[in-house]
């Protein structure tokens, strides 16, 4: 009976031996299989590494095979275009020389054209010379026709400026159509033997001398205007001396008035009046006469305004020579 119920134990200090042995096997089974899938990992990425790197480098000793064969043909090209330098600047040469042999050849016919032209110009200078005293010559009487035209045409435009001008104003006044004079009459400006301005003739020269000058003092006539010449004149009653003394008063007088007490000019025509007004005195040498003959002495006792253009010398020795 006690035997029966008798367990069996294991004794303490005993171990299983083939249980252990089987235990390492096992992990060293499995250490093995981990290796051998590192191995076969790292031969994986090996060759990979490998098949890219071959691919790189055959690509690149593509593109060096390429480059290669382009820097050949480059080579190539650059041989052939230094052959056609080469080629060029013999060509160039050889121009070159031929210029230069036409040059000299030139030169020659140049050297003989001068010898030519130099005798042509002697020769044409002989008949220049008989030439030229003919042109200068008919130039000079064109300049002088020229200029006694224009003058002439100048002296008449004036004229007619003035006729017009003293019309419409209604002045007092007559103007010479021939010589340009302004006759005003005499007994408006002085009692007889009387150099003093009467106030009717004060008014009257208010009145004439400031449209006298806007004709005279126009710019087309600035460069022609030469003087304006006062003349006093007398009647026919004394002596030619005191005549001519009492002429040149009365003549003054009215100069005097115009600079220095006429009122409506400006300052500017008083100053170029101030250049080329001048008094002179006539004395009786030219009287007015009336129809049958006899001196009109009230008449005679007068002022005329006159104008002069430049160069009136200029212009007699022109008709002169015209004349000529």
């Known amino acids: 009976m006690s035997n029966r119920n008798t367990r069996y134990t294991r004794k303490p200090g005993r171990t299983d031996g083939g249980t252990s042995w089987i235990s390492y096997s096992d992990m060293m089974a ?16 090996y060759y990979t590494v490998f098949d890219i790197m071959s691919t790189e480098l055959q690509r690149q000793a593509t593109e060096l095979i390429d480059q290669g064969v382009l820097l050949d043909r480059q080579q190539m090209n650059l041989q052939a275009r ?6 060029t600047q013999h060509a160039l040469v050889t121009k070159q020389q031929e210029l230069e042999d036409s040059l ?13 032209q130099a005798l042509l110009t002697i020769q044409q200078m002989d008949l220049d010379d008989s030439t030229l005293r003919l042109l200068q010559q008919q130039q000079l009487m064109d300049d002088q026709q020229l200029k006694l035209d224009t003058f002439l045409g100048v002296r008449t435009q004036i004229i007619q400026d003035l006729s017009q001008t003293f019309s419409q104003e209604s002045l007092r006044a007559s103007v010479d159509i021939t010589t340009g004079n302004i006759i005003v009459e005499s007994t408006v400006f002085f009692d007889t033997n009387r150099a003093d301005i009467k106030e ?6 208010n ?40 002429s040149q008063r009365r003549a003054l007088a009215v100069v005097t008035y115009c600079l220095n007490d006429m009122p409506g000019l400006s300052q500017g025509q008083r100053a ?21 003959g006899t001196v009109n002495m009230e008449q005679s006792r007068r002022v005329e305004f006159k104008f002069s253009l430049k160069d009136t010398e200029m212009i007699e020795e022109i008709n002169r020579i015209l004349s000529q």
């Open 30 to 45: 499995a250490m093995l299989l981990v290796f051998v899938l590192l191995l076969c990992y790292n031969l994986y990425r």
């Open 82 to 87: 230094e052959d056609e330098l080469l080629l």
């Open 104 to 116: 000299e050849a030139l030169s020659e016919k140049e050297a003989e054209l001068v010898k030519t």
């Open 200 to 205: 009717s003739g004060r008014q009257l020269l």
């Open 207 to 246: 009145r004439f001398i400031p449209v006298y000058l806007n004709v005279l003092l126009r710019p087309e006539y600035s460069d022609y205007l030469g003087a304006i010449i006062v003349e006093g004149h007398t009647d026919t009653q004394g002596t030619y001396l005191s005549n001519l003394e009492l």
């Open 272 to 292: 170029a009046l101030e250049k080329i007004i001048s008094p002179t005195g006539r004395s009786y040498s030219s009287p007015i006469y009336n129809a049958d």
